[in-house]
């Protein structure tokens, strides 16, 4: 049942798109935006199940949360090559290497897409490792999303701090880590 209402809560942001682009002034810039928003956010909260499971613990959602921020980011670069290039492959090339916030937006896709087609059992037991590149795409769209932007709102500032604690806690995480292994080590080595 909760499974469920993980889903629905994540899939009405899709179904809410669709109802709102219609009456959208600029429909293309306005997919772009709000598709974008629902990656950065979900993929940031997909990153927030750890740091948060002490409180509420979605650790078992924490793969179809994922792959939802996948798939807003999916629609989000699927608007750009179909809707705004018009299938043009050497407009979304120029365009990937005369903006650098497109292509750093481009190398955010593609570690979630990696991250996508390995987040089988299979695939995952091998690649497991290459899944903490999510934090790289966390800074990439977090920058991406900021230089799109010719002012940042709040909502980017929020992004960036966002960001910032996310990756504080990951580096405390392993730094603790670390320092209990090297304990652990060092305990041995005086036994």
Not at 19 to 29: F, G, H, L, R
Not at 104 to 117: E, H, Q, R, Y
């Amino acid at each position: 049942m909760k499974k469920v209402f993980v889903f629905l809560v994540l899939i009405s942001p899709f179904f809410y798109l669709l109802w709102s682009v219609q009456t959208a002034n600029d429909p293309i810039k306005y997919i772009f935006s709000f598709t974008g928003v629902s990656a950065v956010v979900i993929l940031m909260f997909s990153l927030s199940i750890a740091p948060i499971k002490k409180v509420v613990n979605l650790l078992k959602y924490r793969k179809m949360i994922g792959l939802f921020a996948f798939f807003y980011a999916l629609l989000h670069f699927l608007n750009f090559y179909i809707l705004d290039a018009q299938l043009d492959f050497a407009f979304v090339v120029k365009e990937t290497i005369d903006k650098p916030f497109v292509y750093l937006g481009m190398i955010a896709f593609t570690i979630l897409l990696f991250m996508t087609l390995s987040s089988t059992k299979k695939l995952f037991r091998k690649f497991s490792s290459w899944h903490k590149l999510v934090y790289i795409s966390l800074v990439l769209v977090t920058i991406h999303s900021s230089m799109a932007q010719k002012v940042l709102s709040s909502l980017e500032y929020t992004f960036i701090i966002v960001t910032c604690v996310l990756l504080g806690y990951r580096i405390y995480k392993l730094t603790l880590v670390r320092k209990v292994s090297y304990n652990d080590k060092a305990s041995m080595i005086v036994i």
